[in-house]
């Protein structure tokens, strides 16, 4: 698995890709290793607010499922409507296709304390890097 | 769960690791989870044919001149009616009537017997059996002797008889031989835990991996592919069989799981039978139910139900069906609630949904006409 250099990543297994005032949010590559296939994912509505920390939404897969922890807090401005019929991006594409939300960042400050794509591989170890 | 120094494993581990399996300690066995994906697995086997190794499984052999009458007055099927070459589903009771576990009794002969029960109960199956013992009879634990193989989906006829001599048309659903399987002295029995037709296939843990290897090659053209724990559960989950330790358990009876046809109170004395009849009298408080979800939220073993606000059961198993593209589950629910079409609720991670009450099973294998014609 490799993760991409362009974003940050939480120990919760999310990724975050600053654009501007907004904030990308997926689950990593290992993250959905981990869950297997997914059959389910279950998003905020946009204009819902969360502080970081805070559970935005749900990922059912066949074996389990997960609490999708936003690792900052912020406006939803967009969410992956793709996602609803077919949620199996998240299993091919968890990178890119496979996004969650566009959340409008309420402090950049919260963004600093995440990892870097070297810092979370070592995070996840050889079986996940 | 951590790996611990008891965890036990089959003798497959090393070829699953290879194969990039996930792995997971179920039972006290790190087994297999998925290879390539739990959904791509069950419909392998729902569509071609699919390859478990469920060698955790424990065998038990009861033999000797008293096996035949210590067997029918232990377990709660007709063993008298039991013919060699043939097996069926069965349990060992508790006095009360309920599981200590599910099984398959095997009849090799008249006084030879074998015993398939669940990896997590052999010891406690043992103790029981043992503790019960009447008459001429030995019992021996081959468990570690012995590898289980799965062949299953509507495809395995054609890719075991590849690797076999005998005439599989004429091995009827829970028939079996004894002979070489690729070259291997074992036995198959047509049995599973998938609801599609197929084979279980014993064999010497020290033939695993060849005969594992042989079926994989002889599949290869039928779209074979080996099968984890993960798509085992989703699979006999639609095809509505129990799973011990969730469905049925020590305090479940058969009455309670549907499974009144494994009871059989008028062939004498057994185990549990004086519980059954005075249940079967009084009628049963409660019945383990299928259902469905119409959200794709999957309600999970534990999950409480409600029939219009009073807690009425509480889910047993629960998954994502892939063949019917919804969740489903299995309950044990009070009676008053348990018809066929009832509408309850099930609380899933603090919200109610909407269940309905459907019979078992959830998935039935099309017949196919062709099949005694097709090998």
Known sequence: ?129 | MPQTATTRHTALLDWHRRRGARLVDFAGWRMPVHYSGVLAEHRAVRERVGLFDVSHMGEISVRGSGAEAFLQWLTPNDVVKLRPGRAHYSALLNEAGAFIDDLLLYRFDSEVFLLVVNAANVAADLEWIRSHLRGTVSVEDASAATALLALQGPRSASVLAQVVSQELDALSSFGFFEGAVAGVDGFVSRTGYTGEDGFEIYVPVEAAVSVWESLLAAGSDDGVLPVGLAARDTLRLEAGLMLHGNDIGPSTTPLEAGLGWVVKLHKGDFVGRRALLRQKEEGVARRLIGFELSGRRIARQGAPLFDAGKPVGTVTSGTWSPTLGKAIGMALVAVASADRGSELEVQVRGKNEPVRAVGLPFYRRPTNPNRRHRL
């Open chain 1, 1 to 129: 698995m490799s993760y991409p250099d362009d974003r940050k990543y939480s120990p919760e297994h999310e990724w975050l890709r600053i654009e501007g005032p907004d904030g990308v949010l997926g689950i990593t590559d290992f993250a959905q290793d981990e869950l297997g296939d997914v059959v389910f994912v279950e998003l905020p509505e946009v204009g819902d607010s969360f502080d970081s920390g805070e559970e935005i939404g749900t990922i059912e897969s066949v074996k389990a499922v997960a609490e999708i922890y936003t690792p900052v807090g912020g406006e939803i401005l967009a969410v992956n409507e793709s996602l609803e019929d077919q949620p199996e991006l998240l299993n091919s594409d968890p990178h890119g296709s496979g996004w969650l939300v566009r959340v409008r960042l309420r402090d950049v400050e919260e963004t600093k304390k995440l990892m870097t794509a070297g810092e979370y591989a070592e995070l996840v170890g050889p079986d996940g890097a």
